[in-house]
């Protein structure tokens, strides 16, 4: 297959639990819904045409959630993809109610989950989710009772495979010890990982490793910095640098890079093409150390 034509594929593939194979560079959906994550987008049209380019261009993993809109990010996934290809996978998440601008807010309650996996199934048009994500932990519920919801819904079909998100290790090792713990979707990117120590862990263990905020590159992107002049070697933008570099970072990582513009998911995507050196990989590490 010509690069230029499918690049998410340059990326390589990672299998989630054992059976669940996905290109490494995803797509992340929040930005197709409104300002804040709230409401339609502005062009619905426009969030149709990125949904079925990134497929075109290679992409097989899709992150979405329940909050995202709420619901808008999901029932746009439908409408520009359903029937899926079979290759894709949807990766949604439930536990962080949005019920307004600025404001969020975990619930774990048993039941509470159980509605909003119905309510995702419904909006996707799916039987069962490949992937459903506990968007945050409830301090206020058991985290048996959480985790322990997410199974019985494993064992009536409604989902294949349970992931975490913004967790620690402890809490992986915890939630691991009630049902398989196949992905870990914590804050990450070139100029803030705090979640180093997990993402560590998740390579050892074989759980994939999916950095929301994947693109803040911040104070390095000024034009007399490392990474703008390491993109300007490269002939590519800084942007698509510190993609490949989450890349080479981890064979666990799964970068979802999102945008409401095909024009910039096609300058994202097209950062899978780009090779580092192992010396490049070492100065973009220690740059921003």
């Given amino acids: 297959m010509n690069p230029d034509q499918r690049p998410a594929l340059a990326a390589g593939r990672y299998t989630l639990g054992g059976d669940l194979t996905v290109t490494r560079l995803g797509f992340g959906s929040k930005h197709l819904t409104g300002p804040g994550a709230l409401g339609a987008?502005?062009?619905?049209?426009?969030?149709?045409?990125?949904?079925?380019?990134?497929?075109?261009?290679?992409?097989?993993?899709?992150?979405?959630?329940?909050?995202?809109?709420?619901?808008?990010?999901?029932?746009?996934?439908?409408?520009?993809?359903?029937?899926?290809?079979?290759d894709l996978v949807i990766a949604t998440k439930a536990g962080?109610?949005?019920?307004?601008?600025?404001?969020?807010h975990p619930v774990g309650r048993p039941e509470y989950l159980r509605g909003q996996v119905e309510l995702s199934l419904r909006n996707l048009g799916l039987e069962r989710i490949d992937l459903f994500q506990l968007h945050?932990?409830?301090?206020?519920?058991?985290?048996?009772?959480?985790?322990?919801?997410?199974?019985?819904?494993?064992?009536?079909?409604?989902?294949?495979?349970?992931?975490?998100?913004?967790v620690s290790v402890e809490e992986v090792e915890a939630a691991a010890r009630i049902t398989p713990v196949v992905s870990v979707q914590n804050l990450y990117n070139l100029t803030d990982r705090t979640a180093e120590p997990l993402l560590d862990h998740a390579t050892?263990?074989?759980i994939g490793f999916i950095p929301w905020f994947p693109l803040?590159?911040?104070?390095?992107?000024?034009?007399?910095?490392?990474?703008?002049?390491?993109?300007?070697?490269?002939?590519?933008?800084?942007?698509?640098?510190?993609?490949?570099?989450l890349l080479r970072r981890s064979p666990a990582m799964l970068p979802i890079p999102g945008t409401s513009c095909v024009a910039h998911l096609e300058e994202n995507t097209r950062a899978a093409v780009i090779a580092l050196s192992d010396t490049e990989l070492a100065t973009l590490t220690a740059m921003a150390v």
């Fill in 41 to 86: 987008p502005e062009d619905p049209a426009e969030a149709v045409r990125v949904l079925r380019r990134a497929s075109d261009l290679g992409v097989t993993f899709i992150d979405t959630a329940d909050c995202y809109g709420p619901m808008i990010a999901e029932q746009l996934i439908r409408k520009a993809l359903h029937p899926y290809p079979d």
């Fill in 96 to 104: 962080l109610a949005h019920p307004g601008p600025g404001r969020w």
């Fill in 136 to 166: 945050r932990i409830d301090p206020l519920v058991p985290l048996v009772d959480q985790i322990g919801a997410l199974r019985l819904l494993q064992e009536e079909g409604k989902i294949r495979h349970v992931g975490l998100s913004e």
């Fill in 204 to 206: 050892r263990h074989g």
């Fill in 216 to 245: 803040d590159t911040g104070r390095l992107t000024r034009r007399d910095g490392h990474l703008a002049t390491l993109a300007r070697q490269h002939g590519v933008t800084p942007s698509q640098l510190a993609l490949a570099w």
